[in-house]
């Protein structure tokens, strides 16, 4: 295969980046979650966020790929190797994040040993896992020398519900927290459609990009076809939101403080980006037939899309750590390492803040330079040369 | 089977937090954070009071795990590193944990400390009780009803310090302890008691 120059050039960068993000790493794993942004008031930051973006991203993927073999949508057909491509990538990407997040990864083993069936994020590491196989075996299946089209499709009956379920799964580590905002039944309706909408983009962005590489062939008609599709996923996940929010703020009780942080507190102008840039922006750009033939308005929308889901994982997430349940001065013991340097402001956290650091933030660039990395380089060498039909 | 839990007297608490600095001294808890503190209800300042001057009210709330019967931290812990005992305490197993953090954003109370550094202690030594182990960075901690005490049959170092006598300790699946007693026959707040974790701690005026 012939790489130019050009693209040889950026591999190198993202790799410097990677390499970055390790060394960032490393520096954590000595010193300790410390040297992130987290604190007791605010326990989990931009890794879990990314751990959630990066879930979707991967679901959507792979939810395009087998619904098209599931459901015998031939045209569709066609980007199921590209799809599969992403949706591996995004959820190794997402799996590194729970990994760096954690405080004591030398005891992950633990998990093995003695699991407990009853935590969410039990039920995630096996859904993950199980994702991630068939993910394989539908690459390895669809362009391997071993291709086999109907073990795909019999692969695609198992890989759809498991697309939508690690989604799910991914909610209720949230969803099912009776102590925070984020205890609601929708939780996991919005996660899938979320994941839909934004996954759907990345393959969207993914497409043209290839195509544009010169690397894989993508007809204007499937992209146009693939674009009227994303905006019925932003209007259900739109829908959602909505129902959310009502419920949220209609009884005006407990959960109007987390409401109010979401609408004009903290976490406001993440949430006011996804519902306007996020969601009614690339809504408008595709609802009309139209814009839908214009490649560079499809990329336009798909990244809204991408970054107002983003943005959702942004205040999701974070408007929960706000006003503590129990709400008093002095509040919180921060146990950060600045409180413990700094003791007499510095220590106690009334309201639940956080801001990540440079290292938090070079890790997080390090890990998504190595997906995009893993993309060129798997994209490369299962795609170039063969046209997509082909690889059917 | 054995409950042991504490009841808090609002009425006597005067918040000079001797509690936390009895625990951290009992427990070997390290610098920037603690297991039991107290706070002055819906305030923003520390002793602050509620309402328009002269009506002011001030509520002092001791707060620490409150050994839940239905804990959700320790349904939601992967590797069961939270664990219920059989004397009605809420535990960590330290070897266990892993640091994914589930069981901090689980519990309804903020009542747990997570160890972000390697411990700093002032003075540069292990302090307090010799059964108590010690934590490395990376793990979960919070008040364990001074497990390595009550084991032996002793109160809680709360309680012995408190110089008001605010809180009670005692088993209340023995009808005839105070605690018992007091749940019965006094007016108890049970801190939360809409999110359904049944605290075995209880607050009586």
Redesign the interface.
């Known amino acids: 295969m012939t790489v130019s120059s050009k693209t040889k050039c950026t591999m190198g960068l993202l790799a410097a980046l990677a390499l970055a993000g390790v060394g960032c790493w490393i520096f954590q794993l000595v010193?300790?979650?410390?040297v992130?942004g987290?604190?007791?008031?605010n326990?989990?930051g931009l890794y879990i966020t990314m751990f959630m973006l990066f879930v979707g991203l991967s679901a959507g993927g792979l939810i395009v790929a087998s619904s098209a073999s599931v459901f015998h949508i031939e045209r569709y057909k066609r980007v199921a190797v590209p799809a599969v491509i992403t949706s591996i990538v995004c959820i190794c990407v997402a799996g590194m994040f729970i990994l760096i997040?954690?405080?004591?990864?030398q005891?992950?083993w633990?998990?093995v040993t003695?699991?407990?069936f009853?935590?969410?994020?039990?039920w995630d590491?096996c859904v993950i896992t199980i994702y991630l196989v068939i993910n394989i075996l539908d690459l390895v299946w669809m362009c391997g020398k071993k291709a086999d089209e109907h073990k795909v499709e019999v692969l695609s009956r198992i890989a759809l519900p498991v697309a939508i379920l690690v989604h799910s799964v991914t909610a209720w580590?949230?969803g099912?927290?009776?102590?925070?905002a984020w205890y609601s039944a929708i939780m996991a309706p919005i996660f899938v459609a979320s994941a839909c909408d934004s996954g759907l983009a990345l393959l969207l962005v993914a497409l043209i990009a290839l195509n544009a590489a010169g690397v894989f062939k993508v007809e204007k008609s499937l992209i146009k076809s693939l674009s009227g599709l994303l905006a019925v996923f932003i209007a259900v996940d739109a829908f959602f939101v909505g129902c959310e929010v009502l419920t949220m703020a209609y009884p005006g009780a407990s959960e109007s403080v987390a409401l109010s942080h979401m609408v004009s507190g903290a976490t406001a102008p993440f949430f006011w980006f996804e519902i306007v840039c996020g969601l009614l922006v690339p809504f408008l750009i595709l609802v009309f037939s139209k814009n839908r033939e214009k490649t560079g308005l499809v990329v336009v929308a798909s990244a809204l899309v991408i970054l107002g889901v983003a943005a959702k994982r942004v205040w999701l997430l974070f408007t929960s750590f706000i006003t503590?349940?129990?709400?008093?001065?002095?509040?919180?013991?921060?146990?950060?390492?600045t409180?413990?340097g700094n003791?007499s402001p510095d220590?106690?956290m009334?309201l639940g803040t956080y801001a990540p650091t440079a290292p938090e933030v070079m890790i997080v660039v390090g890990v998504i330079s190595l997906g995009v990395l893993a993309f060129m380089v798997l994209s490369n060498k299962l795609l170039r040369g063969v046209d997509g039909a082909a690889a059917r | 089977m054995t409950r042991l839990a504490i009841a808090i007297n609002m009425h006597r608490c005067i918040g000079c937090q001797t509690c936390s600095n009895a625990c951290k001294m009992e427990n070997n808890v390290p610098m920037g954070m603690l297991w039991t503190r107290t706070i002055a209800e819906n305030c923003d300042v520390t002793d602050g009071a509620v309402g328009e001057f002269p009506n002011l009210t001030r509520t002092y709330l001791p707060m620490a795990c409150q050994h839940c019967e239905n804990p959700a931290c320790q349904k939601v812990c992967p590797t069961g590193a939270t664990y219920k005992d059989d004397m009605g305490r809420v535990e960590i197993d330290y070897d266990k944990c892993i640091g994914c953090r589930m069981c901090m954003a689980a519990c309804p109370y903020n009542v747990r400390v997570f160890n972000w550094n390697d411990p700093n202690r002032d003075p540069d030594f292990n302090y307090g009780d010799k059964d108590v182990p010690v934590r490395s960075k990376g793990v979960m901690e919070k008040c364990t009803l001074c497990k390595e005490r009550t084991d032996r049959g002793e109160e809680p170092m709360c309680v012995v310090c408190c110089p008001t006598k605010a809180r009670i300790y005692g088993d209340l699946d023995d009808p005839n302890s105070e605690i018992s007693q007091i749940k019965r026959q006094r007016s108890v707040r049970i801190l939360l008691e809409e999110r359904g974790t049944k605290p075995q701690v209880f607050y009586f005026e």
């Open positions: 010193r300790g979650l410390g992130t987290m604190s007791n008031s326990s989990w997040d954690l405080g004591g990864i005891r992950i633990r998990i003695g699991p407990n009853v935590s969410p994020l039990l590491v580590i949230f099912l927290q009776i102590a925070k503590p349940n129990v709400y008093g001065a002095p509040g919180i013991p921060a146990g950060t390492a409180a413990i003791p220590v106690w009334t």
